[in-house]
């Protein structure tokens, strides 16, 4: 068959990939570069990204074969310690910084702990039974928090904003966000002893030269960049995708691996999309705007109580700053600027993004969308249709495609081999 997939992020293209066993596939993206949100820069020395860097090494474990079978190991993922600080508006004494031993002994760290500290051990554990009865994403995390014999300024002023981070939304909104997808991110970056951050890995080269592999292993032309669709049409069976510039490809089927509302928007002329497009109209996003920059704009006045994650409650928001000193050895930093009273001054570079918010509501959407994956030729393939909206997300999503259009490819044998299906 002839597939033409709309998107050439991180799950179009490992679909592509896969489905290249054995079908004809072309991919259609509609920025100049393929990777989608994936967007590498080069700042002192080292590549950063303004999307997704770091990676479980436990957590996700398609993506890390995918890696591998594309020739990225050892030397190419450099050990991340995920370090956390967590500061009020003024951002003057933080309320906590987790600890790390190693940096400790070498006093480069000075851990500020206390009942901050030991409440978030206590949601922790809890948290841990909670996903150990494989409930269902549906909860809405009050579910969770509410219960704990935990002070309500330290559910508003750390957990809840901690988790809003971790599924990026208002502090607010936390409490009705799936419980389940704010605690198996939580989890994988909980610490697996007391004195020692979780050990994830940055991705040295970045993730466009993942995007730039997957690209490079299809045949010559198949991935068109600078093609954004413009009309999805359908006719006695066949579909044919026009992109802005009037080109059109004509398909059997169809994978649409974009967000939600641009997939809505592609299958509003269908007739018989109607089911799809109420699901995906459940799904809700929030702004985001992320700057790599030299300064320490966002840091603790203390160097001892920087780390790898320094959170800022303000505003009825929780924003992150990464610093990559731990991971890459340079004061290089990625920060969330959406509702900051200042940005930042030595900006090296800045993208604006939608950020999915995984609410029950979503979750409901999700079960829908896999339930009709396939009906009429199309497929939808994206971060946001399994798991916590991450790079194992995305890949897990096209495994879901590569499963139903070539069941007994080697591509997808050799991906899936051994790995198991998420719950």
């Not at 860097?53 to 398609?62: D, E, K, N, R, V």
């Amino acid at each position: 068959m002839r597939i033409a997939i709309v998107g050439g992020g991180l799950a179009g293209l490992t679909t592509a990939w896969l489905l290249d066993d054995e079908h004809e596939v072309v991919v259609l993206e509609a920025a100049r570069h393929a990777g989608g949100h994936a967007h590498s820069v080069r700042a002192q020395g080292v590549t950063v990204d303004l999307g997704a860097q770091y990676l479980s090494p436990t957590g996700f474990p398609a993506h890390g074969r995918l890696l591998r079978l594309l020739g990225l190991s050892g030397a190419d993922l450099m050990p991340a310690p995920l370090t956390l600080t967590v500061t009020g508006p003024d951002r003057a004494a933080p309320m906590l910084v987790t600890p790390h031993l190693p940096d400790e002994r070498r006093g480069d760290r000075e851990p500020v702990t206390g009942r901050p500290w030991k409440a978030l051990s206590t949601f922790l554990a809890a948290a841990a039974k909670f996903q150990a009865t494989d409930p269902s994403w549906e909860i809405p995390l009050a579910d969770l928090v509410e219960p704990l014999p935990l002070a309500r300024e330290t559910k508003d002023w750390l957990l809840y904003p901690l988790l809003a981070h971790h599924v990026r939304c208002a502090n607010e909104q936390a409490p009705g966000v799936s419980a389940r997808a704010a605690i198996d991110f939580c989890l994988s970056v909980s610490a697996a002893s007391g004195e020692h951050a979780p050990l994830w890995s940055a991705l040295v080269p970045g993730s466009q030269d993942v995007a730039r592999r997957l690209a490079d292993a299809l045949p010559h032309g198949a991935v068109r960049t600078g093609s954004p669709v413009g009309a999805l049409r359908r006719d006695h069976g066949r579909f044919e995708v026009v992109d802005a510039a009037g080109r059109a490809v004509v398909a059997d089927c169809v994978v649409l691996a974009v967000p939600a509302p641009a997939a809505l928007s592609l299958l509003s002329p269908l007739a018989g999309t109607h089911r799809l497009r109420l699901a995906l109209g459940a799904f809700t996003y929030t702004p985001a705007e992320v700057a790599v920059h030299l300064d320490p704009a966002y840091q603790p006045a203390d160097r001892r109580h920087w780390s790898a994650v320094n959170l800022q409650v303000h505003d009825g928001w929780a924003e992150a700053a990464h610093w990559y000193g731990p991971a890459l050895g340079v004061d290089v930093f990625k920060s969330w600027i959406t509702y900051r009273d200042r940005p930042p001054a030595e900006v090296v570079a800045q993208r604006s993004f939608r950020q999915l918010v995984v609410t029950p509501a979503a979750v409901r959407a999700r079960n829908t969308l896999a339930a009709r994956q396939g009906h009429g030729g199309i497929y939808l393939a994206g971060s946001h249709l399994t798991g916590s909206d991450s790079q194992e997300s995305a890949v897990r999503s096209a495994l879901a495609v590569a499963e139903l259009l070539t069941p007994h490819a080697a591509r997808l044998r050799e991906l899936t081999d051994g790995i198991v299906s998420p719950a």
